[in-house]
C-alpha cells in the first residue's frame, strides 16, 4: 500500500510540477540542449511513473494484501451480485481498476499537453450581448 500511495503522490506532484512551470515559462522561449535534455528526462520519467509504476504497485497491493484472487468471486450486499448470470471474481475488478488508473493518468497526459500548448495565448474577448443572447455589433 505505501508504494501504491508513494507512487501516486509521487506523479501526482510531478504533474504540478510541469503546470507550474508552464505558467512560468515565456511562450517563444530558445530551448537549449540542456533544457532539452532535462525536460525529455523528466517527462520519460512521469510517462514512466504513470503507465508503468503505479499500476504495478496497485496490481502487486490489491494481489498480495487485499487477496483479490481469482477464486475469491464478489457476492455484494445481500447477494445480489451473486444473483446476476454471471461471476464476478475481484480478480475481475482489480484488473478493471487498474484499467481506469490507466485512464485516468491518459487524460492527465493529454490535458497537461494541451495545457503547455496553449499557455500564454490571451481568452478571445466577448461581445456584449442582448437580452435575446445575441451579440450587439457597433455599427461604423
Not at 512560468?24 to 530558445?30: C, I, L, M, Q
Not at 481506469?100 to 466577448?126: A, C, D, M, S, T
Amino acid at each position: 500500500m505505501v508504494a501504491f500511495v508513494f507512487s501516486t503522490i509521487v506523479t501526482l506532484l510531478c504533474c504540478a510540477a510541469v503546470v507550474w512551470y508552464a505558467r512560468r515559462r515565456p511562450v517563444g522561449t530558445p530551448t537549449s540542449w540542456g533544457e532539452a535534455m532535462l525536460s525529455s528526462t523528466f517527462v520519460f520519467s512521469l510517462l514512466f511513473l504513470a503507465y508503468g509504476i503505479v499500476p504495478h504497485q496497485w496490481l502487486r497491493w490489491a494481489e498480495a494484501e487485499l487477496n483479490w484472487r481469482p477464486d475469491r468471486m464478489i457476492e455484494g450486499p445481500g447477494g445480489i451480485v451473486g444473483a446476476l448470470p454471471f461471476d464476478f471474481s475481484y480478480e475481475a475488478l482489480r484488473d478493471i481498476l487498474a484499467v481506469l488508473l490507466y485512464g485516468v493518468f491518459l487524460v492527465i497526459h493529454v490535458w497537461l499537453w494541451i495545457y503547455w500548448q496553449n499557455r500564454g495565448r490571451e481568452k478571445p474577448k466577448e461581445l456584449p450581448t442582448s437580452p435575446y443572447g445575441r451579440p450587439l455589433v457597433k455599427k461604423v
